[in-house]
């Protein structure tokens, strides 16, 4: 069985600041990983995937993530924090079923960006 | 076109009602999902339809029953709902692809309905 893990609720840092979102995941073969935003009343935003390949994964509105299978791991991080990224951010792994994709879905972490 | 659209935004039922959710996209996509989002919390996988025949019911009530009349558009209908019901349902539609030989399916969000039963 797939599983995700965000040990984080909230993270607050500081308009400016690096700002790290943690992802842990637990999957028998090789993972699908994923970072998804959610604004207040909005559907998901896709920001990243890991596949195949390099392990640091480059995003959407300056965002990456750094694949580490010895971890288990896929932080969700960006050099510098806007206040605009305030949102709820989710981590996912899924298996690749054929013709689709389930995916499991972490807690979700609430990230604050103070301006 | 890039997207996947849901209608309506807003729905408010009572627990007596029919009504029904719509989802569509105009990406080739054949795979397409319905899910259960209550406030603050993950989306939960409810369907997920391949090549427009259900492939996965995650033991959802008889209550939700979904269709797929074409590879395009996926509706919810809703009959005899409970107040606990309700939540954002979103849709999303995937295609498999590949990186470096290593098929995946990413999956598209739509931007959600958001259903009150009363």
């Known amino acids: 069985a797939q599983s995700v893990a965000q040990p984080e609720d909230q993270v607050n840092v500081a308009e400016g600041n690096p700002l790290t979102v943690k992802c842990t995941y637990s999957v028998s073969g090789n993972p699908y990983l994923f970072w998804y935003v959610q604004y207040p009343n909005r559907g998901l935003q896709f920001l990243l995937k890991y596949i195949t390949g390099d392990n640091l994964v480059k995003g959407s509105y300056g965002f990456e993530a750094e694949f580490n299978k010895s971890q288990t791991s896929f932080h969700l991080k960006k050099p510098s924090a806007l206040v605009s990224d305030s949102a709820l951010y989710f981590c996912?792994?899924?298996?690749?079923?054929?013709?689709?994709?389930?995916?499991?879905f972490g807690t979700g972490t609430k990230l604050q960006v103070i301006p | 076109d890039t997207e996947v659209t849901q209608t309506p935004k807003h729905l408010v039922m009572g627990m007596t009602n029919k009504k029904s959710l719509k989802c569509e996209q105009h990406?080739?996509?054949?795979?397409m999902y319905w899910y259960k989002q209550k406030a603050k919390k993950p989306p939960e996988l409810m369907f997920v339809?391949?090549?427009?025949?259900?492939?996965i019911n995650e033991s959802v009530p008889s209550r939700f029953s979904p269709e797929c009349p074409n590879s395009s558009l996926l509706n919810l209908h809703l009959h005899a709902l409970q107040p606990e019901d309700s939540a954002l349902y979103l849709c999303a539609s995937s295609q498999e692809s590949r990186k470096k030989n290593r098929p995946y399916n990413e999956q598209f969000f739509g931007p959600g309905t958001r259903l009150t039963v009363l």
């Open positions: 996912a792994v899924s298996e690749n079923s054929g013709g689709y994709q389930k995916v499991t």
């Open positions: 339809y391949s090549y427009e025949k259900l492939s």
């Open positions: 990406m080739g996509h054949r795979a």
